[in-house]
């Protein structure tokens, strides 16, 4: 049985795996490469070393390639790709061609197996007596390109049509003799039918039980779903305060304001202790032409700018804007999603992102106020009212209500985050507002924009961060978890202005609660932020295209030492394995009659011998030209005339007695040993 | 009395038949290895006959025959020889011992000492025996033919590798097939048929069988074919020691010797293939982890039987 591929079949299946996987330019030298083996007649006589060092290239070709996509495209979606683990499996044939491809062109025609195990090598080290086993990579290599191909998951009619075919090719050589190719073509068209009516048939089952078992759960939560928990879920009023971790990094400006603050998100409805945001449902923003800006609405001078790096999780997360913002440069996502309350969040995008926001003092991110925007819960209520009352807040224009209500906070307001024990008839907010007059930012931020709506300024609670620190290190601003912060959104004069009634101190106050192994963990975020920066791929300089390049020269040498190997003509290398051993009769007319039975399904087995074979098969009158045969082979003496030509007859008299043997629907192969 | 080799070997199978049922097989590979010049070690279990057999062909061939019971108090001058003092010519004469013979039966051989075992190294290889300085050549011919039992059993001695070497073919008989036990017991009841067996042969006859088939032929190929047979084994998985070359020139004089016996004058690929297992086998070491784990030289062989391409 053919243990190397037919001709032309790895060509094909190289072809095929270009075109599935986007490669066709790539493919077709291959090919061509692969298959023009077959006619060239020279041979490069290599060693197991030349061939341990191939594998080492390939190894180190499918690592450095493996490095290169995860650090450009990540474990996670890239934008708009296959993961990189796929990508790897679509290279991998490129990737392992050389191997291959020397394997062809050599002497051996086999890849000894020490070049794949490291234990191996070493046994042949210790042992060099033994000869290691071989292995021919043809039908591996095939089996490897279709696979690859399947990995481009095209998912079309003519993939499995092109498999189909490649798999029919590959077949061929290895059909039952016994049948007719007209028998076998249908055999295997009703096998790729079948095979193609599961796979249809399996995807129903799955959609069915997919869908079974969603309605199943579905009715089983239906009940006890909260549909405003839907609107909060990007609420961050819970985040947690004091963690050094840097989550963002704002690049220097001129005329930069410290404390500068970036918004996440705003809400409007406030459900002690809860803020919720409510009909915030969010819309998708159409990236414009570039893909990479995004624009909300046009933004009148002055025009400002801030560049924020921002880690997305899980390629996805809210970002952290400026107020006013009005279109998001450099932002190199899938889906840009916002909702009417100024929050922007990103659908699908890489590990680390830096964009530039532009931004005005009257952006359009915030709609308009609504009614909601005045409205204060009804058990807060009579307390703000007298407060407000108190404030004398009833008269006077927006800013001077805001400034009366600033001045009092920071007049009668300490910062705090200590929280004592709570009256039981009180709730915090009166707390706060009445008895401690101090508490932390979610305090002052409530407190002010229930006061504000109160005084009929409409206000939203708004959560984000306070740039604030400068970091010597990275030469930049840094903002680390301990930042964030709360505040307030007044709409004064047709502007929602940001109120922070938080007093300044509250900064130094968190500074003072750092951990002293602070400036071990800045310098280890920023080498996280370096890595992430260059895996991500920022900047066009990124270290992986040029690694890419460096493979070059070491292929180049690799091709080099080769092509100074010995080369040896094919004729030539057969030539010296006759001159070892002569094998003397190779025109013996019972390798005829081996054929026929062979075709008849009678063939000889690999390690029985030729006498055990005819006694197996009962065909007892071929002894007699067997024994011929042997004297012919084995005798060194060889034939004379006189047999030579009696071996011929009786060899063609058997063909000739025999020749019904190869028939279409010949018999089965007890009957036709009976016939022998 | 001029012979056809043929002649001779169907003559010494038949007479040795008459007296082993039912070991056709061994027999003939036995006399392969007798024709080739070598010698013959039987293994088996006890009571399979190989004494029986040894003393049927030893029987059979008109020479002188000794055999040697081999027991554990059994020393080398035992079987070579020894110079004992004459009082009257006042010098030393040289005794010889039961190694000066044409056939010579070392019963259950690995129940001697390693010592003794050896005496018997330089002749088997080199048909002479040294003795206290100086050498005595032993008879043209001169052949060996041993028992032993199987070397897990009480109260016996592993061969030495070397002495394994010397031996050119190991066989085993085997139990024989019902109706051949019934048969033996019906031949024995009342007397050993082996008491009344003659010699058939003649040593002139065995000398000419030996120099006729060192002149079968054997093709490059063939002789290839037996050199990568005996190559392998020292490459083969689990073997401490393989085949030596000896192995692969035993396997070729065998293969001849086998090829005579067919009546041809050249040898084909079976004939290497029949005798592989008997020439090889026993000059292999298995590596006591293989061993523990079944694995046998035999099947060893067998295997690479199956793997060597064997020409056609």
Redesign the interface.
Same mark, same amino acid.
């Not at chain 2, 004058?265 to 079976?270: D, I, M, Q």
């Given at each position: 049985m053919p243990v190397t591929p037919p001709p032309l079949l790895l060509g094909a299946a190289l072809l095929f795996w270009g075109w599935q996987t986007g490669f066709p330019f790539l493919a077709l030298p291959l090919a061509i490469l692969i298959e023009a083996a077959r006619a060239l007649t020279w041979r490069l006589e290599l060693s197991a070393t030349d061939f341990h060092r191939l594998t080492d290239l390939c190894t180190l070709l499918i690592g450095v390639s493996g490095v290169y996509l995860f650090s450009t495209t990540g474990t996670s979606r890239a934008v708009d790709g296959p993961r990189a683990m796929t990508l790897l499996f679509q290279w991998l044939p490129f990737l392992i061609f050389p191997l291959v491809a020397i394997q062809l062109y050599s002497t051996a025609g086999k890849v000894p197996l020490t070049a794949f195990f490291w234990a191996l090598r070493r046994q042949a080290a210790r042992a060099p007596e033994t000869r290691p086993g071989q292995v021919d990579l043809g039908y591996l290599y095939f089996a490897l390109c279709v696979l690859s191909a399947s990995a481009a998951n095209r998912r079309t009619l003519e993939f499995y049509a092109g498999l189909c075919a490649l798999a029919a090719w590959a077949l061929w050589p290895w059909r039952s003799r016994r049948f007719s190719p007209l028998w076998w073509a249908p055999m295997l068209g009703v096998a790729a039918l079948a095979g193609y009516s599961g796979h249809v048939a399996l995807h129903r089952f799955q959609q069915v039980v997919e869908q079974t078992v969603f309605d199943y759960i579905f009715s089983m939560v239906r009940g006890d779903a909260d549909p405003f928990r839907v609107t909060t879920a990007i609420g961050h009023l819970g985040r947690l305060k004091l963690s050094e971790r840097t989550v963002l990094r704002v690049e220097p400006r001129e005329g930069l304001r410290l404390p500068f603050l970036l918004r996440e998100a705003s809400y409007d409805v406030y459900n002690s202790p809860a803020w919720l945001a409510s009909g915030a449902a969010f819309t998708a923003v159409q990236p414009e032409a570039d893909g990479e800006t995004w624009r909300f609405g046009a933004g009148r001078s002055p025009v400002e700018r801030i560049t924020v790096s921002a880690y997305l999780n899980r390629g996805r997360g809210v970002l952290a804007l400026p107020g006013g913002a009005f279109e998001i440069d450099r932002l190199a996502v899938v889906g840009v999603q916002k909702n009417r309350l100024g929050a922007v969040k990103v659908e699908e995008g890489l590990g680390l992102v830096t964009y530039t926001t532009l931004f005005t003092p009257d952006g359009p991110l915030d709609a308009p106020p609504v009614e909601a925007d005045l409205q204060v819960p009804t058990r807060e209520a009579p307390l703000v009212s007298r407060i407000a009352a108190d404030l004398g807040l009833a008269g006077g224009s927006p800013v001077e209500k805001v400034d009366i209500i600033a001045a009092y906070f920071r007049r009668n307001f300490r910062y705090s985050t200590w929280k004592g024990e709570r009256p039981r008839r009180e709730s915090a907010l009166e707390e706060f507002l009445l008895n401690s007059r101090a508490g932390h930012c979610e305090y002052f931020a409530t407190a002010t924009t229930l006061l504000l709506r109160a005084a009929g300024v409409p206000a939203r609670y708004t959560v984000g961060f306070s740039v604030q620190e400068w970091s010597r290190l990275e030469q930049r601003y840094i903002v680390r978890a301990r930042h964030a912060h709360s505040w307030t959104l007044a709409y004064v004069n047709g502007v929602w202005r940001d109120v922070d009634t938080t007093p300044a101190v509250w900064a130094q106050t968190e500074q003072s609660e750092s951990s002293s192994l602070e400036p071990v963990h800045d310098l280890w975020s920023f080498a996280v932020f370096l890595f992430s920066k260059w895996r991500w791929s920022e900047d066009d300089s990124g270290i992986g295209r040029h690694a890419a390049w460096l493979l070059i020269p070491l292929v180049l040498l690799l091709v080099w030492r080769l092509y100074s190997r010995r080369r040896v003509g094919r004729e030539a290398a057969a030539s010296r394995a006759t001159v070892a051993v002569a094998r003397p009769g190779q025109d013996s007319e019972f390798y005829l009659i081996a054929e026929r039975l062979l075709a008849a399904g009678l063939g000889r087995r690999a390690d029985e011998s030729p006498a055990a074979w005819i006694a197996r098969i009962h065909a007892a009158e071929l002894a007699p030209i067997l024994d011929l045969h042997y004297r012919y082979r084995f005798d060194p003496t060889g034939l004379d005339a006189t047999q030579r030509t009696s071996l011929r007859a009786q060899a063609d008299a058997w063909l000739h007695d025999h020749a019904m043997e190869t028939s279409v629907t010949g018999p089965p192969p007890q009957a036709a040993s009976r016939t022998c | 009395m001029s012979r056809e080799p043929q002649d001779v070997f169907r003559k010494l199978t038949q007479n040795v038949e008459t007296v082993m049922r039912g070991q056709s097989g061994a027999i003939r590979r036995l006399l392969a290895a007798f024709a080739s010049g070598g010698h013959v070690l039987l293994e088996d279990y006890p009571g399979t006959g190989k004494t029986t057999l040894a003393k049927a062909l030893a029987r059979s061939i008109g020479g002188r025959f000794k055999r040697i019971q081999f027991t554990p108090d059994l020393l080398p001058s035992d079987i070579l020889g020894v110079s004992v003092f004459d009082q009257r010519a006042q010098a030393f004469h040289f005794h010889e011992g039961p190694v000066f013979t044409n056939v010579l039966l070392a019963d259950e051989i690995n129940r001697a000492s390693p010592r003794t075992q050896s005496a018997l190294l330089e002749a088997m290889a080199e048909g002479q025996v040294s003795v206290e300085g100086s050498s005595y050549r032993l008879a043209e011919l001169f052949f060996v033919i041993a028992t032993q039992n199987p070397v897990e059993f009480r109260g016996t001695y592993p061969l030495p590798e070397a002495q394994m070497d010397r031996f050119a073919v190991q066989l085993s008989l085997g139990y024989v097939a019902p109706e051949d036990e019934v048969a033996i017991l019906s031949a024995q009841a009342q007397r050993h048929p082996i008491d009344t067996l003659a010699p058939c042969v003649s040593i002139d006859d065995v000398l000419m069988v030996r120099r006729r088939a060192a002149s079968v032929? %054997? /093709?490059?190929? @063939?002789k $290839?074919y037996a050199v990568d047979v005996v190559r392998a084994t020292? &490459?083969a998985n689990g073997i401490q020691l393989g085949a030596s070359p000896r192995a692969s020139l035993a396997l070729m004089k065998a293969a001849q010797a086998l090829a005579l016996s067919e009546g041809r004058?050249? !040898? !084909? #690929?079976?004939d290497v $293939?029949e005798m592989a297992v008997p020439v090889i086998a026993h000059r292999m070491v298995v590596e006591p982890q293989a061993r523990f784990a079944g694995v046998t030289t035999a099947g060893l062989v067998e295997e690479i @039987? &199956?793997?060597v #391409? %064997? #020409? /056609?």
């Open positions: - | 032929r %054997m /093709s490059d190929e @063939l $290839r020292r &490459a004058e050249f !040898v !084909v #690929p079976e $293939r @039987l &199956a793997k #391409p %064997m #020409p /056609s």
